[in-house]
């Protein structure tokens, strides 16, 4: 299932994407905005796309080469790595602050099947990790944290009402045997969630595995490093945008911007946060709970 972008002229339009410009994308995945955004940068502009991902990297570059007219866009740079680190990738590289820089928060729609166990919906070993050569697995973390620890990660990353009766659960299902599948957790919360519960609208395991998610990969402190490092990263009169798809991400990035703009780093230029229209929504329903906030370096 290929990603579709989230937002994609909102973003071409506050990026303000020119030829000859640097942009940088964060999270560039398969490159659903990365790659508009490198033809509008033209042959003289310059790309980098970075992702944790290196599998998603790998087919990258596969399709770049398939379909390649290099002529026709910026010079573009892959590179493995988190976008948290993007200060110090800029240095090694020996480049420049950025222009623009994109981060479309999250994972995609092929990581989801991507047999890494971030889908409740398939039978798979419990990973979750964006970089599978950094940290532990979601399973990992299931079987070895303490049941205060799951918990809390149910309750702060999942917002799970039933963080406790799941963390309790997991701690019962460990002493007989490891969990070591999506599917092995989908029983644990079925087992802790009363008849009913979330009445069918969404699956019950959806917080808890959101929740998981987002501890493995330290999502939100990944966002909070690069944010507090804005400056390093893109140029005066560049611009940042972020599209989030939770309420915890969405709340880091206008709070941050908030404390740069009085801090004079930045000027916020969504007031508001942009959202897509009812024909995106219709399109791609993923893209209906995506929030786009965006500001000026100064
Ligand atoms: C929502 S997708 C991006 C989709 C892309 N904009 C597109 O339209 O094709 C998010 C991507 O961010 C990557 N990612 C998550 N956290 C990251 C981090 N800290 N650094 C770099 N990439 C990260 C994921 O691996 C995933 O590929």
């Given at each position: 299932m290929?990603?579709?972008p989230v937002l994609l002229d909102e973003v071409l339009e506050i990026l303000a994407v020119v030829p000859g410009k640097f942009v940088i994308d964060g999270t560039v995945d398969g490159g659903g905005h990365g790659l508009e955004i490198a033809r509008r940068l033209g042959p003289k502009g310059v790309f980098i796309g970075v992702d944790k991902d290196s599998e998603l990297l790998t087919k990258l570059k596969s399709r770049i080469a398939e379909r390649d007219?290099?002529?026709?866009?910026a010079k573009i740079t892959l590179i493995h790595g988190s976008y948290a680190e993007l200060p110090e990738i800029l240095e090694n590289k020996k480049l420049r602050r950025a222009d623009g820089l994109l981060l479309d928060l999250g994972f995609s729609s092929e990581q989801l099947v991507s047999g890494k166990g971030f889908s409740f919906q398939n039978n798979e070993p419990l990973d979750m990790r964006y970089d599978t050569s950094a940290n532990?697995?979601?399973a990992e973390v299931v079987n070895q944290l303490s049941e205060k620890e799951l918990a809390d990660i149910f309750y702060h990353y999942g917002d799970e009402r039933l963080s406790r009766r799941v963390a309790k659960e997991i701690i019962v299902v460990r002493k007989r045997k490891h969990i070591l599948t999506t599917f092995d957790l989908v029983g644990i919360v079925k087992k802790a969630a009363p008849r009913g519960y979330e009445r069918?609208?969404?699956n019950?395991?959806?917080?808890v595995f959101q929740a998981l998610r987002i501890y493995v990969n330290d999502e939100l402190g990944e966002l909070e490093k690069a944010l507090n490092n804005l400056k390093k990263i893109v140029v005066p009169g560049g611009r940042v945008a972020i599209i989030s798809f939770h309420s915890l991400e969405d709340r880091i990035v206008k709070n941050n911007?908030?404390?740069a703009e009085r801090a004079g780093i930045l000027k916020v230029i969504t007031?508001?946060?942009i959202v897509p229209s009812d024909g995106e929504i219709a399109q791609n329903?993923?893209?209906r709970s995506a929030k786009l906030r965006a500001a000026e370096l100064i």
């Open positions: 290929p990603h579709v007219s290099s002529h026709s866009h532990l697995t979601a069918g609208r969404i019950p395991a959806t917080r911007f908030r404390e007031r508001k946060p329903p993923r893209s």
